[in-house]
Every structure is written in structure tokens, then in C-alpha cells.
């Protein structure tokens, strides 16, 4: 058979394949069913119950597969719950190595697994890859967990470097990457030696805030099929409706991402100007400006700033009136947040100390909004903040 011509990115992403359509329909349709009845008592079809699977699941399943370029994807209903389906790959005793800085909710689910299931998570600064390599076992480390970009503080990881360590040290060991900010457009980890990629579906690859959901991509057949088994026998597979709503939301990811990231890298260059702290991989002063043009195509459109001072920087968020302030990122509209009292609180705060995260600092997620506006807006904010002075 001839092989199917593959276009780039933003063709392939838009273009979701449903040849077996009944009707040729244009929009994948919604099977909300939960049975799927038999023709007869012993002759099953491809469907009997959705928490096993789901037509309108298997076509979003097949096309994240086809974008993540994985073997196999699933989705289920949350990014947290993609987390809980990967770490039960983990058996008490074993070992998951981590950053020191990632998102609060994850940092909550690996402590979790500490105190009830004896999984301890060794928290390492994934900025130097050969960080890793004292707490690399050969028997114990089943599980390396990467954020790159880091939330809140954009830290980069040098996945295709440390997924090498992994694999040549700890042929059981499974790289993971939690690849949320810079979704599949523009970071690629399962081409740069990662065994599993996995995304908050929450964010940006449904664009809308108007659904949660998780997707996991994996280039092993074997490992596919024992996260699908952990899936169907704990039932946190995607509905039929918000499958329905993730595939739609996923074909504008491209020109989403393109316009977002324009307007990142303007906000970044203005905070900038005006003498912030700025945690933005486009920015040329970012430490690893090079490593992440290395190991992804763009900067993405979250990045966060200090102020210096708790107070200004609750001032400004308060102030911002067309950025929400709300957690999350990967939204059309802009946010505004202080992740150590919104996303991050979950993270106690002496630990939040111990891993230098700033009580000030503030996080933008730059929408689709005209730039100017934005830009106008955030102005005011710290003017009235007292965070600028923009006559000086
Ligand atoms: C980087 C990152 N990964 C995973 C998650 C979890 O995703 P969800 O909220 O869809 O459970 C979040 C945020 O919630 C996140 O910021
Ligand atoms: N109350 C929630 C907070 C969710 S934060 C969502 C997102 N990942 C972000 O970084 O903003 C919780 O406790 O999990």
C-alpha cells in the first residue's frame, strides 16, 4: 500500500481523518452512548462499554497520535489524571526522579505517592542535565519526570541529553515530559528520545478553557497498552463530549500558538524595557535561551516576571482589568496570576523557599487579544500599582 503523504504541522493538525463515516460527516460525530449493544451473545464489535472505549475517543486518540507523532495516545480526563495513569507504571519501593520546580499539582500527586505507596521522588535541578546522574538506579528509578518549560519558572530541560543518561544507565527507567507549555506544535519530545509525552488537554491543545482533559503519547506499543490498561480499569477515559470538544479545539492549535507566542515575545521585550525580572525562553537574557531554540521551535506564550516586592505585584494583578486573573495558561483570553497563591499553593511554603520560588512572582498567559490592547492594559496596571512610573 502507498504510504500517506504527511503535510507539516499546521495542515496535519486541522486535517482529522474519519474515512469510515456512514454519512462522509465533516465534523467527527458525538457517540454519546455508554453500551454499544451486540449482534448476538457471543459476537462482540469493536465497541461494548465507553469507559472501555468510545468511537468519538478512538477518532481524537488516532489524530493526537498522528500530531504527538506517537505510536499510540489516550485520553482521559484531566492532565492530572494522565499523571495518576503513568505513575501507577510504579511499584512501591521504586524511585521517580523530578524537577524542583514544576507545576504545584503534580509536585502534590508525587508526595502523595511517597506517603502512601513508599514511590519516593528525588527533586532535582533539571537545568544541568548531569544533575540526574547520582540519583540514577538501575533497580529502583522506574520513572524521570520532566517539565520543560517549568511552571512558574520556565526552566529548561535538555530532554534529548538526559533521556540518553536514562536510557543507558536504566534500561527500565521511562522518560516522561510533561509537555504542556509548549504543546506538540512546538516541542517534540517523543522524537528526542522521551518513551512518554503527556499534556494537561486542559491548556493548549483545546485553546478554550471550556473542558479538562489529559493526553498521553507513547512510541511503545508495549507501553501503550498497559497505560490503556490502567485506563479502562480505573474508567478515566475522555467522555464522548468533551473527545467531541478536544478535537475541535485542536485543529486552530497552529494559528493559536503562532498569534500567542507574537504577542508573548512583545510583552516579554516590554516588561523587559521597563526593567523586569523576565522568565521567557525568548528572551535572549534567558540562561538557556540556546538549549531550549535547541530542543524546541519556539518560546510558547507563558512566562512569568518578580517584581521584587509581593505587595506591587498583588497591586498589579488586582489592577490588570483585561487579563483575567485566573489559573491555568493556554487560553485565547490573557491571564494574570501569582502562581505561589494560586497554582503553586499546594506547595508548602517552606518548600516553596527551599526551591527559590518567588512569593512575587507573577504569571502571564498571553492570549489572542490584539497585542496593543494588552500591552495598554498591563501598562496601567503597573503604573497604578506603583510598579512604574511611566513619566519618568
Ligand atoms: C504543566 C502542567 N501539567 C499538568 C497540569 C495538570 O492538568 P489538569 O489541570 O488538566 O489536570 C497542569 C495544570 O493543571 C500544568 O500546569
Ligand atoms: N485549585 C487547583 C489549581 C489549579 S492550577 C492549574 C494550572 N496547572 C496552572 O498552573 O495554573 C489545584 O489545587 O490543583
Known amino acids: 500500500m502507498a504510504e500517506q ?96 520546580d514544576l507545576y504545584g499539582g503534580t509536585n502534590r500527586l508525587l508526595s502523595f505517592l511517597n506517603k502512601s505507596q513508599n514511590i519516593k521522588t528525588h527533586h532535582i535541578d533539571t537545568t544541568r542535565a548531569d544533575a540526574i546522574l547520582p540519583y540514577l538506579d538501575p533497580v529502583k528509578t522506574r520513572l524521570v519526570l520532566l517539565e520543560t518549560p517549568t511552571n512558574p519558572l520556565i526552566k529548561i530541560a535538555d530532554i534529548p541529553t538526559i533521556a540518553q543518561y ?72 475522555l467522555g464522548p463530549f468533551d473527545s467531541w470538544l478536544l478535537l475541535r479545539g485542536i485543529k486552530t492549535l497552529a494559528v493559536r500558538m503562532d498569534k500567542q507566542q507574537a504577542s508573548a515575545i512583545r510583552v516579554c521585550d516590554f516588561l523587559e524595557r521597563h526593567g ?62 501569582m502562581p505561589c497563591r494560586m497554582s503553586h499553593a499546594s506547595i508548602p511554603a517552606h518548600i516553596r523557599a527551599e526551591r527559590a520560588l518567588p512569593e512575587d512572582l507573577i504569571r502571564l498567559c498571553i492570549g489572542i487579544e490584539d497585542v496593543e490592547d494588552l500591552l495598554d492594559d498591563l501598562r496601567d496596571a503597573l503604573q497604578a500599582a506603583g510598579a512604574i512610573d511611566v513619566k519618568a
Not at 507501553?223 to 479502562?232: A, M
Not at 530542543?295 to 509581593?310: H, K, M, N, R
Request: aromatic content about 8%.
Open 5 to 100: 503523504k504527511r503535510y507539516r504541522f499546521a495542515t496535519e493538525v486541522v486535517t482529522v481523518d474519519n474515512p469510515d463515516d456512514p454519512h462522509n460527516a465533516a465534523s467527527v460525530p458525538i457517540y454519546q452512548s455508554a453500551t454499544f449493544k451486540q449482534k448476538s451473545a457471543t459476537a462482540g464489535g469493536e465497541y461494548d462499554y465507553s469507559r472501555s472505549g468510545n468511537p468519538t475517543r478512538t477518532h481524537l486518540e488516532n489524530h493526537l497520535a498522528k500530531v504527538m507523532g506517537a505510536k499510540r495516545a489516550l485520553a482521559v480526563t484531566s492532565g492530572m489524571g494522565a499523571l495518576d495513569v503513568i505513575t501507577r507504571l510504579v511499584r512501591a519501593g521504586e524511585e521517580i526522579i523530578a524537577g524542583d
Open 166 to 237: 536514562v536510557h543507558d544507565k536504566c534500561p527500565n527507567a521511562l522518560v516522561v515530559v510533561d509537555n504542556t507549555m509548549m504543546s506538540p506544535y512546538l516541542q517534540r519530545p517523543l522524537e528526542m528520545g522521551a518513551d512518554i509525552s503527556y499534556h494537561s488537554g486542559t491548556k493548549y491543545l483545546s485553546g478554550h478553557h471550556d473542558l479538562m482533559a489529559g493526553v498521553i503519547g507513547t512510541r511503545s506499543d508495549d507501553v501503550g497498552d498497559q497505560l490503556y490498561y490502567v485506563i479502562n480499569a480505573t474508567g478515566c477515559g
Open 276 to 337: 523586569f525580572k523576565v522568565h521567557y525562553p525568548g528572551s535572549r537574557k534567558h540562561p538557556q535561551y540556546e538549549l531550549h531554540k535547541r530542543i524546541a521551535s519556539g518560546p510558547g506564550a507563558v512566562l512569568s516576571f518578580e517584581t521584587g516586592d509581593v505587595g506591587i505585584s498583588e497591586r498589579i494583578v488586582e489592577a490588570a482589568k483585561l487579563w483575567s486573573i485566573s489559573v491555568s495558561f493556554g487560553c485565547v483570553n490573557s491571564l494574570i496570576s
